[in-house]
């Protein structure tokens, strides 16, 4: 067997593996990503891109991509209903999605996981990723310096030595099962079993169906429309060797028309498990786990896809910093606790949506009640650990109110409209790439003090570097004309000095993990 080395092996390249990719491209790290299957997702799931995905997007440069990936449809429905014909329960017509437009100066995207992965797979593979289809890992061992794996494809096998292993290989992750990592959760809720057909059903827009109707297997399922017209996708309750004339059957009670002739599209069936689990954990040693391997939960919200993506996003800053020598390895530690509770928080609140929609009968008092404001979930939630510099007053919380934003250390920081050399920007279009300083405009110290820091920091001095025609800046991020705020990568508050009081330097060491 020959032998290789990567400074990351990535197993896996769906959303969470594929972003993990790019984004440590972006970073200069490269990455060899090894998927058992011989392409990317060829289902339709996983549509819509929430805005702070497209700000992450953007720092990837593939933004664009995704939004022109999905269909241009005039409206969107979600539909509770008997059949698509049929009646209806709850109708839900979206010609917009919520305006958070206050919160980030990006907008949605509605492009589907297999239209989206190939975006990813390319941008990856520009920025230096080894991408490898029909490659499975066979085993894998770890120590205290490195992992060693053993790959296989249609040549043999072969060794491969990486600073660091990232799973990405899906709700059964066999390597979270290798390493022993439980999970916990309600457990699986229904097993489903799902077709793509086609047919004229005169659907205009996009369209997602929850059905209720005792003459489907299972009582419910669902019917969604694809990127391709007149093209839909069926799920119902798992049932076993299903011929072609009971597919036909189940397309016309769901469909709700009776002398419907669909085309059974070939390779269109699939299986899976709705399930409420989050892994115990989401780092052994040199291992790391993200995507579905991490947690597994109803598609009744749409976090799914956009969360596998993010995971990629705040996970390959740090893998960069620590493989290039720039942090500590203990940075690495900040992965479990900045995305577990979130995870715990996140399946609760689909579960709910998922009886809210299609299993009323399951509703009990354990529901988690929908958070308020809407946007909490997607704004609210804080990255709490050793790599954010806490102030002593900080009450732990792990969630805020996203529309009265605190800029407090391990938040998000805050979207505030600047202009840059007269044109219009946001606070959140300076985040992405590497440690920001924004300091207000009276700030001398802190901006003297980046610039003897031993880390490449952007500093901006708002009110003179960057423009603020409304005047938000220092009070948004609650700091005086004197102080500073250290954003990190990902966007989220690693530093804040509300004055001229405080130790960069001190926090910097502190935040990266450096002895």
Do not use: C
Not at 33 to 39: D, I, L, Q, Y
Not at 378 to 397: C, Q, T
Request: charged share 25%.
């Amino acid at each position: 067997m020959s032998d290789e080395q990567t400074p990351v092996l990535v197993v896996g390249a769906g959303l969470a593996g594929l972003s993990l990719a790019m984004f440590l491209g972006v970073h200069g790290v490269r990455s060899l990503v090894v998927e058992r299957h011989p392409t990317t997702s060829i289902y339709p799931k996983a549509r819509g891109q929430f805005p702070h995905t497209m700000e992450a997007l953007r720092v990837a440069g593939v933004a664009g991509r995704v939004f022109d990936a999905g269909p241009d449809v005039p409206d969107f429905h979600i539909v509770v209903a008997e059949s698509v014909r049929g009646r209806v329960y709850n109708d839900l017509v979206m010609d917009a999605n919520p305006d958070f437009s206050a919160l980030s100066p990006a907008g949605w995207a509605n492009a589907s996981q297999e239209r989206t992965e190939p975006v990813l797979l390319a941008r990856a593979r520009e920025l230096g990723a080894d991408v490898r289809f029909g490659t499975e890992l066979v085993s894998f061992t770890q120590n205290d310096s490195e992992v060693h794996a053993v790959l296989r494809d249609a040549t043999g096998e072969h060794r491969v030595r990486a600073d660091y292993l990232v799973a990405a290989d899906g709700h059964r992750s066999p390597i979270r099962h290798a390493l022993g990592i439980g999970t916990h959760g309600r457990g699986d809720l229904s097993r489903s079993i799902g077709i793509v057909f086609e047919a004229d059903l005169g659907m205009s827009g996009f369209g997602l169906y929850f059905l209720r109707n005792p003459e489907l297997p299972g009582g419910a399922g669902v019917v969604v429309s694809t990127d391709d017209p007149n093209r839909y996708a069926l799920s119902v309750g798992y049932r076993e060797d299903v011929t072609e004339a009971e597919w036909i059957s189940m397309i016309r009670v769901a469909t709700g028309v009776p002398d419907l002739n669909p085309l059974l599209v070939t390779g269109g069936v699939t299986t899976g498990h709705t399930s409420v689990r989050v892994a115990d954990r989401f780092s052994s040693g040199r291992v790391h786990l993200i995507g579905d391997a991490v947690r597994v939960m109803p598609p009744t919200g749409g976090f799914g896809g956009n969360t596998a993506i993010l995971d990629g996003y705040y996970l390959a800053w740090k893998l960069a910093m620590v493989v290039k020598g720039e942090a500590g390895p203990a940075l690495l530690d900040s992965h479990d606790p900045e995305r577990r509770p979130y995870a715990d928080i996140l399946v609760e609140q689909q579960y709910t949506a998922f009886v809210q929609r299609l299993r009323p009968d399951l509703a009990d008092d354990t529901l988690a009640a929908p958070l308020d404001p809407v946007s909490t979930l997607f704004f609210g939630y804080r990255h709490l650990s050793s790599a954010v510099a806490l102030e002593p007053d900080d009450d732990g919380a792990a969630l805020e109110n996203p529309e009265q934003p605190t800029a407090r250390p391990g938040s998000r920081a805050p979207h505030v409209p600047l202009r840059r050399d007269g044109t219009p920007t946001s606070t959140r279009d300076l985040f992405g790439r590497k440690f920001v300083l924004l300091t207000g405009p009276a700030a001398d110290r802190w901006v003297t003090a980046s610039a003897n820091l031993d880390l490449t920091v952007d500093t901006y001095r708002v009110g003179e570097d960057l423009e603020d025609p409304d005047g938000h800046f220092t009070k948004t991020y609650g700091i005086t004309d004197e102080g500073a705020v250290l954003v990190r990568p990902d966007g989220f508050v690693a530093w804040r000095a509300e004055g001229a009081e405080g130790d960069l330097e001190e926090a910097v060491n502190k935040i990266l993990s450096r002895a």
